[in-house]
């Protein structure tokens, strides 16, 4: 049976002492969030997590969707827990008041969405691609398509989709084929096939709004000739209401590995009426306010299933009995002692925990940034934050799946055969986390828009937004006696970072392909340090707990046990990826294709 209880004491950690929200009623647009809004929120949510979508989560993977009649039916339950969901304002959460949201913070949202996703990550991703389809409407479309379609997405009535893949066209969009012709009301007939559309049909809502790539008549080739198009599964009547339906539907859903209560369906357009959104031909502009949203949420998809696999170990870890302790026997009373006890079992359970915190960690450092880009009064301010953001979006996205798949891998293993056979869950979180590495941008794709695109950026400039308060940590750690043992290492994988950077830069101007060859070893030792930077401030935070009254020390040294761990056993693979990265391209790329 699968176990979640959302991880409160941490997320309040994160937010109240790592990341500092205390600081947010001083800002603009934030007056209202204070630490006690925040806690009240994470209950909530928390309960609402455990008590009706963890229930959901077997079952909806055991049943998954069905399509009948141009009709897809999501799992028992999913229905009546989403009304709920809605009801409750968690569709409305992260959205703007003046289009009925309750305009709370990212950094309080991104750990909402880490309880739904870990809970039940088929479930979440219906209300995680509305929010992403609010958000590029919101900045690029109409302000008549704003008023017509933002208020019933935030309440949570309609949903959200995003439709980009062909069956020839998934990585390369430049590809792309579906048509739109422009009709003398302003609006666009929509002709084509997508597949792989995420909540593409469903029953939960009472319509769905299609954001469409497709090509004007007089686009250019690739991808500087691909629109936006806003397109409704129903035409809203003048008084807001679904009216007629309009030419799109679904041909079929995949039958896939995991997820499988999220329908992903092959939809059809046919003269289907759209609209506009954005500029013509600027559609991957409007596309990536879109596309980045999600990139940060399908991160948190991983933080997810990698907390709710370690939950799951823990427990299994503390109550199965085999063997005996290499220290003598630890439970003299029972016929063996429980796993816990092995030093491999407990190799296991600390990168489990070592990951998950740290990436709630490094989450909550870029969802405030998030915040600060936002809502921040100064400029200069808000154009750090953003440049940070831009930097950090792969990473969060790349490394926070992997690590989420690795996780949950881990997680398999220590449960033994137990883990492989689908009684207790834990192959469901393998096979569910799985997609998150491979849907909006495979992970190498992150890479390479992290050595091509962010490293690059302004002369270097989004890489000082890590670089610079990454330095400042190391070097105001670095007399500090209690710290040694961890800001040894972090400044040598941190000296490493550095050269790789440099080196990459340097060797991509003259061959783009050493850049893609160094692009997914270099994507992870960033994510690495920048662990290991949340993991140093981590630990800095706790001794200053320790060395004051707290409540709860144990938390605290618990912290600083696992902060060593990090140094010393993960993060040495840093070491490995410099010399992975330095070693170039040659014997990646000189085999002939025909030797393959
Ligand atoms: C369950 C599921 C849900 C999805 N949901 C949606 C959705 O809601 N909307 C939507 O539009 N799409 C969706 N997708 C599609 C998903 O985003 C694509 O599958 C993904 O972007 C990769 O495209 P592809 O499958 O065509 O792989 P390809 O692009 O064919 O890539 C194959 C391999 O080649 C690599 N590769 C390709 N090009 C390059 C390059 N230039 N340099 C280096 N490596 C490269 C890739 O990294 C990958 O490893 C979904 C897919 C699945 C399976």
């Known amino acids: 049976m699968q176990v979640y209880n959302a991880p409160i004491r941490d997320m309040r950690f994160v937010l109240q002492e790592l990341i500092g929200i205390g600081d947010y009623p001083e800002i603009p647009g934030l007056e209202e969030v204070t630490p006690d809004l925040a806690d009240a929120i994470l209950e909530e949510s928390g309960k609402f997590c455990t008590e009706v979508l963890l229930p959901l989560n077997a079952t909806g993977d055991e049943e998954g969707c069905v399509l009948e009649n141009g009709v897809v039916r999501t799992p028992k339950g999913f229905k009546e827990a989403y009304k709920a969901f809605a009801e409750s304002g968690w569709t409305a959460m992260a959205s703007a008041p003046e289009w009925g949201g309750q305009g709370l913070p990212e950094s309080i949202n991104k750990l909402v969405e880490e309880m739904s996703c870990a809970a039940n990550l088929s479930f979440g991703l219906y209300p995680g691609l509305t929010h992403g389809a609010y958000q590029a409407i919101v900045d690029h479309a109409s302000e008549e398509l704003k008023q017509t379609y933002l208020p019933k997405m935030v309440e949570g009535t309609w949903s959200g989709t995003m439709c980009l893949t062909e069956a020839h066209c998934g990585t390369d969009l430049g590809l792309l084929r579906t048509r739109a012709e422009p009709q003398d009301d302003g609006s666009y007939k929509i002709t084509g096939s997508k597949i792989f559309i995420s909540a593409g049909e469903h029953d939960l809502t009472e319509n769905i709004i299609h954001l469409v790539l497709a090509r004007l008549p007089d686009a250019p080739k690739g991808v500087k000739g691909i629109s936006l198009f806003l397109v409704p599964k129903f035409l809203p009547n003048a008084d807001g209401t ?178 492989f056979i689908r ?64 800001v040894q290492p972090l400044s040598k994988a941190f000296g490493g970072l550095q050269l790789c950077t440099a080196e990459i830069a340097q060797k991509g101007l003259r061959d783009p392909e050493e850049a893609g060859a160094a692009a997914t070893e270099y994507l992870r030792l960033f994510g690495l340090v920048a662990l290991g930077v949340m993991w140093l401030r981590t630990a800095k935070v706790a001794h200053a707990a320790l060395d004051g009254e707290c409540d709860d020390p144990e938390f605290y040294k618990a912290k600083l046990v696992t902060a060593q761990f990090y140094m010393t056993r993960i993060l040495p693979q840093a070491a490995g990826l410099v010399a992975a990265i330095r070693s170039g391209k040659s014997a990646m790329m000189t085999l002939d294709e025909m030797a393959f």
Not at 256 to 263: L, Q, R, V, Y
Not at 380 to 396: C, H, S, W, Y
């Open 242 to 419: 679904p009216g007629q339906r309009n030419g799109v539907t679904c041909s079929g859903i995949e039958h896939k590995m995991g997820i499988k209560a999220s329908a992903t369906c092959q939809m059809s357009f046919d003269e289907a009426t759209g609209w506009l959104v954005g500029e013509p031909h600027k559609g991957m502009r409007a596309m990536f306010t879109m596309m980045n949203s999600e990139r940060l949420s399908v991160g948190i998809q991983g933080l997810g299933a990698a907390e709710a696999a370690y939950q799951g170990a823990v427990a299994y870890a503390k109550e199965r009995l085999q063997g005996r302790s290499l220290a003598g026997a630890k439970h003299p009373d029972k016929p063996a002692d429980p796993i816990i006890v092995h030093p491999d079992v407990r190799r296991m359970l600390m990168t489990m925990r070592a990951n998950v915190e740290g990436c709630r960690a490094l989450g909550g450092w870029v969802a405030r940034n998030l915040d600060m880009m936002k809502h921040h009064p100064d400029p200069e301010t808000r154009k750090e934050a953003e440049d940070f953001t831009a930097l950090m979006t792969p990473i969060v996205k790349a490394l926070f799946t992997d690590l989420g798949f690795e996780t949950a891998s881990i997680g398999m293993q220590v449960y033994g055969g137990h883990g």
């Open 423 to 486: 009684d207790h869950g834990m192959e469901q979180y393998v096979r569910d986390s799985r997609i998150s590495m491979i849907y909006e941008g495979t992970n190498g794709v992150q890479a390479l828009d992290l050595v091509g695109r962010k490293m690059p950026a302004h002369m270097g400039r989004y890489l000082r937004a890590f670089f610079h308060p990454a330095l400042a940590e190391i070097d105001a750690a670095i007399d500090d006696d209690r710290l040694s043992d961890l």
